[in-house]
């Protein structure tokens, strides 16, 4: 098959170019006239044959030049003037900027980039004292890190003063001078949030400089996996669009609030953005940062169980060896907690939040069920470690 009629096979210039017989279709053979009778005595053939055979090549010609330059080999020699075209100029002013182009130019400038070792992510001014927000996962163990405003900006020595791995939250400092005149971005109350609600995420994917992407709050009160393994609660679903670099960015409403910082996406197997982002919300940002910031370490109550949805119920699937559990002796696989410490338990969900608001070395009552039957059992809260337990 010829070139012209396969659109797969085009000439990039890497092997010799085909000449004209090959890039057209096949001709049908021209049938063979005997030629002329020569005239008594020699000499040139009838003019009129002269004068075919150049308009023969006059045409050829033409074909040859429309099919290398296009409409470029058009209308030459029709007599008409060449066409002029002139192109309506837009009317004067701005376009209106958008709900997004507002939200974007507020928010924007408190927006750094953040380079710890080999990772790199976003982080967020959120005072004039040069207190900077970002992801654990972005910092790792590192006790520095680099910022930067906008890739014009200069790059500024940062100091990492905390990180809490069961948040995926991590505060970084720079030196007030550094910020300037920018304005740290407020947090909004994360409670007030639904579903519907249209935001804009702002970061550096794939170190693209300060994007933003507009979406909405497509989910409230989901549930991911933190960096250490444990679970994060009542974190924000959205469909704006968030990449690898988007980490630690701010997810921000219509007035340019912080409702949550960017952390993780699902990605279906494909490896980037499907439409469905998951932000820390800003009331877990609120109660852990202002902790790391003072170099205070973050402890959290721990009962050493894997639980399972469970109709009325959290049904324990594993114990942690040596753990609270363990050493009061709950039984994975039979038993299904039903209460603890007097708070009702109808959802691994509720078993979380019950024991999130009581602290390690507390002693409460777990209430189970156990072949059938109600029991109540005194477990001693320990301390959360750094990891979970596979």
Not at 47 to 60: D, F, I, P, Q, T
Not at 106 to 120: D, F, K, L
Not at 243 to 264: A, E, Y
């Amino acid at each position: 098959m010829s070139a012209l009629r396969d659109p797969d096979r085009l000439w990039t210039g890497d092997r010799p170019r085909p000449d004209y017989e090959d890039w057209a279709a096949p001709r049908r053979p021209r049938r063979q006239e005997p030629p002329p009778p020569a005239p008594e005595g020699g000499g040139p053939p009838p003019r009129h044959h002269r004068a075919r055979v150049a308009v023969a090549g006059v045409l050829v010609g033409a074909v040859l030049v429309a099919a290398g330059a296009g409409v470029a080999g058009l209308g030459g020699g029709s007599g008409q003037a060449p066409r002029q075209v002139s192109l309506p100029a837009a009317p004067p002013g701005k376009t209106p900027r958008t709900t997004a182009g507002k939200v974007y130019a507020a928010v924007a400038p408190g927006v750094v980039s953040v380079q710890a070792g080999s990772a790199s992510g976003t982080g967020f001014l959120v005072d004039r004292d040069g207190t900077i927000v970002t992801n654990s996962h972005v910092v790792g163990t590192a006790e520095s890190a680099t910022v930067r405003f906008g890739e014009d900006g200069e790059r500024i020595s940062a100091r990492v003063l905390g990180r809490d791995p069961s948040t995926d939250l991590a505060v970084l400092s720079i030196d007030a001078d550094a910020v300037g005149g920018r304005a740290p971005l407020a947090l909004a109350d994360s409670e007030e949030v639904r579903v519907g609600d249209t935001v804009v995420a702002v970061g550096n994917p794939f170190g693209l400089d300060r994007t933003a992407t507009e979406g909405i709050v497509s989910g409230i009160g989901r549930e991911i996996q933190a960096p250490n393994g444990f679970q994060i609660d009542e974190v924000i679903q959205t469909d704006a669009a968030i990449n690898p670099g988007n980490s630690g960015g701010p997810l921000v409403d219509v007035r340019g609030r912080v409702i949550g910082v960017n952390s993780q996406i699902a990605t279906a197997g494909a490896g980037g953005n499907v439409g469905v982002g998951f932000a820390v919300p800003s009331s877990t940002v609120r109660e852990v940062i202002p902790r790391l910031a003072a170099g205070r370490s973050i402890e959290r109550a721990w009962i050493g169980v894997s639980t399972s949805g469970e109709r009325d119920g959290a049904a324990i699937e594993s114990v942690t060896a040596g753990g609270p559990a363990a050493r009061a002796g709950l039984r994975p696989g039979t038993d299904v907690i039903v209460g603890l410490g007097g708070d009702p338990v109808r959802s691994p969900e509720d078993l979380a939040d019950a024991i999130a608001e009581r602290s390690s070395g507390e002693r409460v009552t777990v209430e189970v069920l156990r072949d059938g039957e109600r029991r109540q059992v005194q477990v001693t809260l320990g301390e959360r470690p750094e990891s979970a337990t596979p």
